[in-house]
């Protein structure tokens, strides 16, 4: 039997999400003169106040870095659920396809989902993107279709 490391996906995924967070509040840092609002960093006057001190261009690469963060977050459950119904059943770690496989990835298309939404500026490029979530979708679909079926011969 190999061992089943699907689980560390877990906290790997987690750190994919946040990094863009991280890299949004540095790129405002950076052009605002070392200033960041965090006792209220959500805000509508905070947001308002970023857009008007630093370029266009930054504030749009920090929004995308945000969507891509807020992605992350709102995909987590999906992808949590995923590793945990498969390693429930007891889907193996050890053949093409499986858990250790499949997570690897899928994080690896988070990676480049989260490289894509920080960068793409056009319509024609953010197809990529969506392709890229996609994927990422189909690849934990058939981890929990997989457990189902393991399931329904229970």
Sequence with gaps: MSPNYSLYSIPIFWFISLYPHAYAAS???KSNNNKWNNHNP????????YQKAVPATC???????????????????FFVGAVVVGN???????????????MGMYLV??????????????????????LTWFAGVV???GVYVRAGSVLARV
């Design 27 to 29: 790129l405002i840092k």
């Design 42 to 49: 959500r805000s509508i006057d905070t947001n308002t106040s």
């Design 59 to 77: 504030y749009a690469r920090f929004e995308r870095a945000e969507a891509a963060h807020k992605n992350g977050m709102e995909n987590a459950p």
């Design 88 to 102: 429930t059943v007891g889907l193996d770690a050890s053949m093409l396809g499986t858990m250790n496989v499949v």
């Design 109 to 130: 298309l988070r990676m480049v989902y989260t490289v894509l939404y920080i960068n793409t500026t056009t319509q024609k490029t953010s197809y990529l993107r969506s």
């Design 139 to 141: 690849l934990l679909m």
